[in-house]
């Protein structure tokens, strides 16, 4: 099959390379797309993940061989990889330790991933696309997924107001799932202008570019960006009103907000 392989120093190769094929309890799956995650693209940034790696977890795709006693798919069923539950005691250290960052700490990945035609999973790890659902959209249930729990555990109710804080993938998701899910108004903060148009045309009711909030020529606009978010939490506990970061890391966040991991 070919597969996009990390090189190391921000570079690709697309290389042949054999079929990985499944172990007892396992399934192979053509992959129909992969999607690219930040994390990936944090570990390509910063150089983090070791040369050899095929990334790629955000994938959707067809089961086209079954490993020896696999009972719960069949050849040609479509699924989402990943989302299936672990079985006991095989829980990810996503799940077990308390802050995975993955743009310090980088990552390895002990086996070929999405960034391929083909993906070995074990069986419970994928689950099953919907008939009404798209390969195409199927491959977005991940950070959707994601966006969804970030909302979720932000406590929002409807009627709220809420805000976002970067219109990225997940800021994006997050402003639709928040609009569905019933809030009064949903302001977006972003500097960037094609990510602001993106928030506009997906319902943001108001986007503030931070660089422009404490305007100071001796600032960089990073600088700025980061004293306006600062600004937030005593801004909305004036107001009488929460503030729940989602999604942040440390350096960015006041230790005295509550946080949502
Ligand atoms: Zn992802």
Same mark, same amino acid.
Not at 26 to 54: E, R
Not at 229 to 239: E, G, I, K, T, Y
């Given at each position: 099959m070919k597969a996009a392989i990390y090189q190391g120093n921000q570079r690709f190769s697309v290389e042949e390379v054999p079929d990985p094929l499944p172990g007892p309890g396992q399934v192979q799956i053509d992959i129909s797309y992969a999607g690219v995650c930040g994390t990936d693209v944090h570990g390509f940034q910063h150089d983090k993940v070791p040369p050899g790696t095929i990334m790629g977890h955000e994938i959707s795709g067809v089961i086209s061989i079954l490993g020896d006693g696999v009972t719960r798919w069949k050849k040609g069923d479509r699924i989402v990889g990943g989302g299936g539950t672990h079985p006991?005691?095989?829980?990810s250290p996503a799940f077990t330790m308390p802050r995975l960052d993955f743009r310090k700490d980088g990552f390895t990945i002990p086996q070929p991933q999405g960034y391929a035609e083909k993906y070995v999973m074990e069986e419970w790890a994928p689950l099953p696309t919907p008939d009404n659902v798209t390969d195409l959209e199927a491959a977005l249930c991940e950070p959707a997924a994601n966006s969804m729990r970030t909302v979720r555990r932000s406590g929002m109710k409807p009627g709220d107001f809420v805000a976002i804080y970067g219109a990225g993938p997940i800021g994006l998701f997050c402003l639709q799932i928040a609009k569905a899910s019933g809030a009064r108004k949903v302001f977006v903060v972003e500097p960037t202008p094609i990510r602001a148009k993106a928030a506009a045309k997906l319902g943001a009711d108001e986007i503030i570019d931070?660089? !422009?909030?404490?305007?100071?020529? !001796?600032?960089?606009r990073e600088a700025t960006a980061r004293t306006s978010f600062w600004s937030v939490p005593p801004l909305l506990r004036r107001f009488n009103r929460r503030c729940i970061p989602c999604g942040v890391t440390d350096e960015w966040c006041s230790s005295r907000c509550p946080r949502i991991r």
């Amino acid at each position: 099959m070919k597969a996009a392989i990390y090189q190391g120093n921000q570079r690709f190769s697309v290389e042949e390379v054999p079929d990985p094929l499944p172990g007892p309890g396992q399934v192979q799956i053509d992959i129909s797309y992969a999607g690219v995650c930040g994390t990936d693209v944090h570990g390509f940034q910063h150089d983090k993940v070791p040369p050899g790696t095929i990334m790629g977890h955000e994938i959707s795709g067809v089961i086209s061989i079954l490993g020896d006693g696999v009972t719960r798919w069949k050849k040609g069923d479509r699924i989402v990889g990943g989302g299936g539950t672990h079985p006991k005691g095989m829980l990810s250290p996503a799940f077990t330790m308390p802050r995975l960052d993955f743009r310090k700490d980088g990552f390895t990945i002990p086996q070929p991933q999405g960034y391929a035609e083909k993906y070995v999973m074990e069986e419970w790890a994928p689950l099953p696309t919907p008939d009404n659902v798209t390969d195409l959209e199927a491959a977005l249930c991940e950070p959707a997924a994601n966006s969804m729990r970030t909302v979720r555990r932000s406590g929002m109710k409807p009627g709220d107001f809420v805000a976002i804080y970067g219109a990225g993938p997940i800021g994006l998701f997050c402003l639709q799932i928040a609009k569905a899910s019933g809030a009064r108004k949903v302001f977006v903060v972003e500097p960037t202008p094609i990510r602001a148009k993106a928030a506009a045309k997906l319902g943001a009711d108001e986007i503030i570019d931070p660089t !422009t909030l404490y305007r100071d020529s !001796t600032r960089s606009r990073e600088a700025t960006a980061r004293t306006s978010f600062w600004s937030v939490p005593p801004l909305l506990r004036r107001f009488n009103r929460r503030c729940i970061p989602c999604g942040v890391t440390d350096e960015w966040c006041s230790s005295r907000c509550p946080r949502i991991r």
